[in-house]
């Protein structure tokens, strides 16, 4: 089956042509320099790139992977969670796509294609469907954290989430507020590996708790407390480096914490992460860490692919199709609010 995959969810234009559980191809066009100038992403500028974007991007997904749309069997497109304008666009292109083809269309939900990415390739590599074993997955990004069991392959259960704000906006909202640019989340990771991470005890919320809900918004308002009380530590770098190298440190041992628990307490023997905090360089080796102290197997996605990508949506619309899941009317509407259950 050869697949076009399309998402637009949020700031990330994404292409994607997969064929039989490989991805031919995969372009994702960011426009991470326009919304920086914004200290966020704007929602009516992201649709407008989305537009902008679509086709070229489209086309050198295609070219990349050699595929005619004429050869297409199916079409695929992120139906929701994500900005309504943006989600828009993706959705009904590659609904006209389908409708021009005769072909199968299915809509995906981006943070149920996010359980999937670690095992399109990551590492450790060469991950594959046929690799798949019952995980427990955190999806850790700017918009959300939650911990997901997947209990078998397009079987899941949401364990938690966040009460408040996103480990990644933490991230940018701490960098902001020690007037890092946005997305200040991969800036901090490279400043901490200059900094203590014991240099300043922020809190970490919930880790005490027993179930498994995350809350950040507490954090950062200490963040915001301590830099008024101390604002000469933002003259001095190395200061700066101790900061972002403490923030880190809590938001990771929160994460990395509760992420075990969970997989321990459901008895899965292996832990997965995606989404764009796990870039970050100390969670990547924080849960490489805990998870061989706890004998389990861990699997993160390939940073390209842990933020948002078609890659993803299509290896799931794939196996989805595979797996006969009714298909979608082709005048079937966007869900941006779509919860993960
Ligand atoms: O998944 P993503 O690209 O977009 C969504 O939010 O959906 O994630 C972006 C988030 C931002 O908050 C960014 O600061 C954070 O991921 N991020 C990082 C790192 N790379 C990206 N946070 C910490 N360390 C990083 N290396
Ligand atoms: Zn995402």
Known sequence: MTLLAIETSCDETSVAVIRDGKVLSG???????????????????AAREHLR???????????????????LDAVA?????????????????????????????????????????????????V?????????????????????????SELKHRVLGGTIDDAAGECFDKAGKLMGLPYPAGP???????????RAYDFPRPLLLDAGDDFSFSGLKTSVRYFIRDHPALLNDRKTICDLCASVQAAIVEVLVIKTIRAALRNNVRCVTASGGVTCNSAL?????????????ALRLAEKSLCTDNAAMIG???????????????????????????
């Open 27 to 45: 372009i994702v066009s960011s426009q991470i320099k326009l919304h920086a100038e914004y200290g966020g992403v704007v929602p009516e500028l």
């Open 53 to 71: 974007n679509l086709i070229p991007v489209a086309q050198a997904a295609l070219g990349a992977a050699g595929v005619a749309v004429a050869h």
């Open 77 to 125: 497109a992120t139906q929701g969670p994500g900005l309504p304008n943006a989600l828009l666009v993706g959705f009904k292109a590659a609904q006209a796509v389908a409708f021009a083809l005769h072909k199968p269309f299915i809509g995906i939900n981006h943070h149920e294609a996010h359980l999937y990415s670690p095992w399109i390739s990551g590492e450790p590599p």
């Open 127 to 151: 991950a594959r469907f046929s690799e798949f074993q019952p995980n427990v997955s955190l999806i850790v990004s700017g918009g959300h954290t939650l911990l997901v069991l997947v209990s």
């Open 187 to 197: 800036l901090i990771d490279q400043l901490a590996g200059q900094g203590n991470p």
């Open 284 to 296: 990547r080796s924080e849960l490489n860490l805990a998870c061989s102290r706890n004998h389990l």
């Open 315 to 341: 290896i799931l619309a794939e196996r989805k199709l595979l797996a006969r899941v009714p298909l979608l009317p082709l005048d079937e509407e966007i869900k941006p609010g779509w919860a993960l259950a």
